[in-house]
């Protein structure tokens, strides 16, 4: 059985104890619902560290609707047994309640300089959204103070909210990014997929398959053509799916750039009815 610890105060002391014995910490934040996306994570921050700390906790306010948060898959029994399928003995869980995590309420949540990162693509889309995730991220790297915390390229720009905010608040914590797991047919791994209906399950490796056609083709084809033809393949004929943004940005500053010389992403946000699937890949 592994070990679940609810309140900040017991995972702190636990955590200051195993690191005054000298031992490392990785830290896996996540919504639980987990999948081997997650998994991999929790792998990389076990071969790094003596001991890896996964958080399972749904964070309110990162959400954007009462409804995204309600319907958000909560499945904590089967996310213990994932974790402990992995057969180690050096993983435990915080799993605290929002009471613990936000013990004054959620008004006055972040108010954090993020440096105009938060104010394109997902922050554009999801106002607020980045404030919630760096507010829960600090509050839980103040709970663990790891030495490494672990973050999907499947969310990219989160991944480079969470670097920014390391960043400006000295925190120091080194931020390890995880490449992006796949199902077989491409789609990215998300605990939201579970909510995909049949027909959009069936139909949503359009994603990857497009985003994939885009990097083959981005060297011959102009780019607004490429986008507004990679919007046609994943809507398709049927409008089965609603493209709300695709961009080809700098990884970097996660802005369009004229410089060949940049390092291009792809990023994507698409709605299968009222499920919203972000995924992104590299161009070069
Ligand atoms: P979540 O529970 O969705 O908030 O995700 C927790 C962590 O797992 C985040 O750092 C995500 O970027 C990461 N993650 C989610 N899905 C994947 C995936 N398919 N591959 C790699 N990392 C992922």
Redesign the pocket.
Known sequence: MLEVFQRKSEIFSYCSRRKSLGKTIGFV????ALHT??L??VNTALEQNDLAVVSIFVNPTQFNSAGDLLSYPRQFDQDLKMLESLGSDKIVIFNPDVQGMYPDGMNNTGTYDLNGIDSVMEGAHRPGHFQGVATIVHKLFSSVEPHKAY?????FQ?LAIIRHITKTLNLPIDIIS?????EDDGL????RNALLSEEHRAEAHRIYATMTKVKNKFDVQKIDDLIEEAIHDIQGSDNLFKVEYIEIVDENTLRPSANPQSPLRLFAAVWANKVRLIDNISLI
Do not use: Y
Request: no cysteine; proline share 9%; glycine share 14%.
């Open positions: 934040p996540t919504m639980g996306g997650h991999q994570l973050f999907g390229e499947k969310d989160q995880v490449p992006t797991i796949r990215a791994k998300s605990s």
